[in-house]
């Protein structure tokens, strides 16, 4: 197994769960894990500027390389050498590779073994994606940490057809990697196997035999019950080796995190917190809020009298509920902020909890709060 | 003629044209003039929090009676002890009365001597305002300045309406002041008369024969040749006396603020700054730029090299012509909290060269930018 390019340091295991806490040291800084990282789709975390997102103490963003690709274009990042210089973060970042987008979003042709060709959900024109070129465009946008490019099937999915992906994964991941050049750009490999406990395990095994930077657990959260994407959490993370950063993909709330963070989880992401927040829902200490309710038409009190966000300072639920209902931006933004601080904030307590012992604690108290909810 | 219960003093007079420095000690601050007042229209200056428009030096801002009374409603606004609190902003705010929302926003069922019926432009439900209830609407919201309940004709406008609209303006600011009971608020008068010399003469005669706290140019920004503005502005100034605020009300453009100011008006507003910001226009020094424009695509200069706003110190013309163009919220923030930036700095180099005898010679800069537009 080659040795990785970008350090990535475990500080501390807990002793009672598989919990760790870890130090990634990137080109553009360090970031301690467990790590939430605010979606930035389109070089930008919606609603929310880079001062906001430095005050909020974020260490790494997501960016997409799909939505980059068709929109500026990579030549116009190119001009700017790289994302960090084009969107003004000096943070790290990571870049999704565009599998997941190029099954989502676009409008999908063909898919062979070699790539995929599909047609831009902007402007219907056609576009093809290989491993190669989505490495080398991954490679000009220039994050910290790019992803393999892989065949992301949907849930439920027939057996032949999750086997067929990941082994057509696993076939990309390679070629990836053989294509990756760019020293200072750590390449994290996307697990997958849908549903399928054989077919995670020999995902896991082929590529750890490849060799990543990181891995990452592809294909979950879905829309598969909960209880089977932790099992297939538990099971991946029992296999994968400690000293890589594990990074699963798209979760989640705040205790879908918790949890993972328990079974050894080191990255997260999640357009949760941003795209709630701008459609009126803030997470809070004693579960989740919608602002557009008519309860909260003169309610003095801030989002959450125990957090301490300039938005939570100032702001009560009646003026933000007000702003939601006129479609006023400062809305939208008031409540990311805010849902970001909130996630940021709970990275932290995990952290701490890990340090000290008591994350299965505050995971009881983050299940109680996960279903509450206003409306 | 009775004394202001806001005092307003001259600080300094230009000895070359009608401009005047002064200082307006609100219940909430003091605001020096000539000022641009930012349009909070829904209580909320679109896409800019209030920590912004502290950081900006914004001292005084505009919000609409007519919008507020609509959503949240005043009973909300009551619930708070006013808008200053409702909103979290502690600084001076005026409150138009709602006359010319009325007129071109609402639709409207029928004028009386009285007052207005008219339709919700958000549900459709009938409301009914008179000089009475807009003048109770704006104690209860509180602002700081408050201004008559109006009769507002579109331009052009024949004579017969425009002489008809005035004198009922002119009885119902009688109204409004009989009806005005807190002396912590400033009331202007909203002086009218379409585009007639004469009656504007007139309506300037019987609103300073009623007396108010400063004087309001209405009816005018609504259509009519620039140099017809001007000449009614001009004539306006003439017959008001020296010692009130003027308030050139919707106005404007950076070179049309500055002529008004040699003329003597001291305070302003306009939704140009902020819509425009958010359709992709900036000013700057050299003219107008709309950053939707091709020729951005890989500009890596700030939007205006002369400007210290922390927008054109961090980000490109390039990043910002890309959120707009991907719809992005933050390329309304950035260009809206640059272009207030602008217009802040603007009334300030007015103030300095109302100061230093030189408001003729930026008055001439100001015109030699106006029309220079990149698209």
Known sequence: MPLSVIPFQIVHEDSKTAARIGRLSLPHGEVLTPVFMPVATQASVKAISNEELEELGITIILANAYHLYL???????EEFGGLHNFMGWHRPILTDSGGYQVFSLAQLRSVDDDGVTFRS????????????????????????????????????CEYRRAKEAML??????????????????????????????????????????????????????????KELTFELVELSMELLPKGFPRYLMGVGTPYDIARAVSLGVDMFDCVLPTRLGRTGVAFTSLGKLNLRNARYSIDHLPIDHQCSCFVCKRYSRAYIRHLMRSGEILGARLLTYH????????????REAVKNGTLAELVRQLKEIEGVEDS
Chains 1, 2 share one sequence.
């Not at 929109?71 to 990042?77: D, K």
């Not at 290989?130 to 946008?141: N, Y």
């Open 71 to 77: 929109r500026p274009g990579i030549h116009v990042i």
């Open 121 to 156: 959900h902007i402007d219907g024109s056609e576009h093809r994606l290989t491993p190669e070129a989505a490495t080398k465009i991954q490679e000009a946008i220039g994050a910290d940490i790019i992803m393999c490019f892989d065949d992301v099937v949907p849930y439920p």
């Open 168 to 225: 057509r994964s696993t076939k990309w991941a390679k070629k990836c990697k053989q294509t990756h050049t760019r020293v200072d750009q750590a390449l994290f490999g996307i697990l997958h196997g849908s549903t399928y406990h054989d077919l995670r395990r020999q995902s896991i095994e082929m590529m750890l035999d490849i060799g990543f930077d990181g891995y990452a657990i592809g294909g979950l959260s879905v829309g598969e019950p």
């Open 339 to 350: 849902n970001l601080h909130f996630y940021a904030s709970l990275m932290e307590m995990l």
